[in-house]
């Protein structure tokens, strides 16, 4: 019998901030608390079977058309299609020379996939932005399992804007709208830009004395800035007009929110209490009454 999805279960695994995509087992069944959940935080949701193939539930139309033999069911019944991790597409596309505008049949070892339709040389700058978001994705999931409990929900949030940030780039799709540890964009610059009055800890140059969680913090923290310069070589053209701002703040909300992280875990090295997002909300909201 396949893993029973409770709202409980939901919040110890997931920050469950709005738009998240989690993952499922294929063979799982959810609750209606959990349902209630899912759709109250515009979840995402895959589906993963043993086998590590990821599904997505099939339209009312595509169930219309697909032969029956050929449908999977998830542990509810759900009718689901297999789709690529990272485009969600069910199908595949040939893609084209960048160069040539002549279809590529086999791919050769010196250009890959700019999106589904094109290929270009491994030398594109794009691909250099790519490969370090990568990178940055690599140490966000690395440090999920290194740094202290209470930091999970931030981690977990800012590890999913980097994915969707990928996507974002690898689809030419707008990114969406997103919030860390509870927290809009906005109220990340805030606390970021003046953490005195907040935090109860004024802006910070990283040490040793800082403690293991800022330490580590501050790798993940640099190398999304590194993401951002070299977003900015291909994003902000020679008239200095931004093709991609949506990404370009996005990186810099995340650097803060990062940075943030930081000063809420040098609070737990001095013995003090972890701030909610209740807290931080209630701090912002009196800041603006006075």
């Keep these: 019998m396949g893993l029973f999805v409770t709202e409980d ?26 349902r209630t959940l899912i759709s109250d935080h515009h979840l995402v949701i895959k589906y993963l079977d043993e086998q590590g193939r990821l599904f997505v539930e099939k339209s009312a139309e595509e169930r219309i ?8 069911q998830s542990g509810e019944g759900v009718i689901l299609k297999p789709v690529h991790g990272l485009t969600s597409q069910d199908h595949y596309e040939e893609a084209s020379c960048q160069l040539c505008q002549q279809g590529v ?5 010196t250009m890959t996939h700019l999106n589904a339709h094109t290929l270009v040389s491994k030398a594109d700058p794009r691909l250099a932005f790519r490969a370090k978001l990568d990178s940055t994705i690599a140490v966000a999931v690395w440090l999920q399992g290194e740094i202290s409990t209470e930091a999970q929900g931030w981690l977990s949030d800012i590890r999913s ?7 974002a780039d690898a689809m030419d799709e707008p990114l969406p709208h997103f919030v860390i540890g509870g927290l809009d964009e906005k109220a990340i610059h805030r606390l970021s830009h003046s953490p005195l009055p907040y935090l109860e800890h004024d802006h910070i ?11 580590l913090l501050n790798l993940l923290r640099t190398s999304i800035r590194e993401c951002e310069i070299a977003a900015a070589q291909i994003f902000i053209d020679r008239d200095f007009r931004v093709i991609r701002p949506d990404l370009m703040q996005g990186l810099n909300r995340l650097s803060s929110a990062v ?3 930081m000063l809420l875990c040098l609070r737990l090295t001095q013995n003090k209490p972890w701030l909610t997002k209740e807290a931080l909300l209630q701090a912002l909201t009196l800041k603006d009454e006075r």
């Design 205 to 215: 140059v990283p040490s040793v004395e800082h403690g293991r969680d800022v330490r």
């Design 161 to 167: 804007v980097l994915g969707n940030i990928m996507r």
């Design 65 to 72: 058309n697909e032969p029956d033999e050929l449908l999977v």
């Design 105 to 109: 049949h086999k791919k050769p070892d």
């Design 259 to 261: 940075y943030v992280l």
């Design 9 to 34: 279960w939901l919040r110890a695994n997931y920050s469950l901030s709005d738009g998240t995509e989690i993952h499922l087992p294929a063979d799982c069944r959810l609750t209606p608390a959990a």
